[in-house]
């Protein structure tokens, strides 16, 4: 499976932005999928996941309430809404997919290249 995410660019404090991570080369319906963001010189830092069989979401405790998780299997696309965005979330933004929902990177054996999210205050 491969991974694309996409969606991401420049936005101000406050603004919204939703980000895709589209599957090619087979289905995401048997994965769990998570998304990740890094930013120069920190480790990647867990988002968002969500389960694949009925959906089950989970946002990392600061983010949850604000971004939100969501997939399509018929589109074989999982989005991440994001919402009140403040300059903190600026970072690169990865897809991956894996077989469990869980918050660890290492769980997840296929990773998309990543989009720029950029938060101006």
């Known amino acids: 499976v491969q991974l694309q995410a996409s969606g991401g660019g420049l936005v101000q404090a406050g603004g919204s932005l939703r980000i895709s991570c589209a599957a090619s080369?087979?289905?995401?319906?048997?994965?769990?999928v998570g998304w990740f963001r890094q930013v120069p010189g920190k480790e990647r830092e867990f988002v968002a996941a969500?389960?694949?069989?009925?959906?089950?979401?989970y946002v990392e405790d600061s983010m949850k309430d604000r971004f939100t998780i969501s997939r399509d299997n018929a589109q074989n696309t999982v989005y991440l809404q994001m919402n009140s965005l403040k300059p903190e979330d600026t970072a690169v933004y990865y897809c991956?997919?894996?077989?469990?929902?869980?918050?660890?990177?290492?769980?997840?054996?296929?990773w998309g290249q990543g989009t720029l999210v950029t938060v101006s205050s």
């Open positions: 991956a997919a894996g077989p469990l929902r869980t918050v660890d990177p290492d769980d997840y054996e296929f």
């Open positions: 080369g087979g289905t995401l319906s048997p994965y769990a």
């Open positions: 969500i389960g694949w069989s009925i959906g089950a979401t």
